[in-house]
């Protein structure tokens, strides 16, 4: 059963930066997609990031570009959300995802096959 433990959340000022950290154990296969989202407080759950392992494609919802960046380490099975120019509207738990990646040009879609994780609350507010 794939396990998956999400680290690196807190408190951040608009303007500053976070790294979060996904580390994933009971993975059977080296070819998979991890994924970054994130629900802020009433709202839904919502997509963020992701990353296919295999080739270190990845991806970002518009409102994110350019200011946070995913990267992998497979030796460690952990993803990496470095999370910069925080805004306020970037509040909310993170949550990160084994699943099924489907692409069309530049829309993407992660298909969560793994239970959630606890998640890592960020917080950004001056």
């Known amino acids: 059963q794939v396990q998956l433990v999400e680290s690196g959340g807190g408190l951040v000022q608009p303007g500053g930066s976070l790294r979060l950290s996904c580390t994933a154990s009971?993975?059977?296969?080296?070819?998979?997609?991890i994924g970054w989202f994130r629900q802020a407080p009433g709202q839904d759950r919502e997509k963020v990031s992701c990353?296919?392992?295999?080739?270190?494609?990845?991806y970002y919802v518009d409102s994110v570009k350019g200011r946070f960046t995913i990267s992998r380490d497979n030796d460690k099975n952990t993803v990496f959300l470095q999370m910069s120019s925080l805004k306020p509207e970037d509040t909310g738990v993170y949550y990160c995802a084994v699943g099924n990646l489907a692409t069309f040009g530049s829309m993407w879609a992660l298909t969560p096959s793994t239970s959630w994780g606890h998640g890592s609350p960020v917080t950004v507010s001056s």
């Open positions: 009971g993975l059977t296969s080296a070819n998979y997609a």
């Open positions: 990353i296919r392992t295999r080739d270190g494609s990845t």
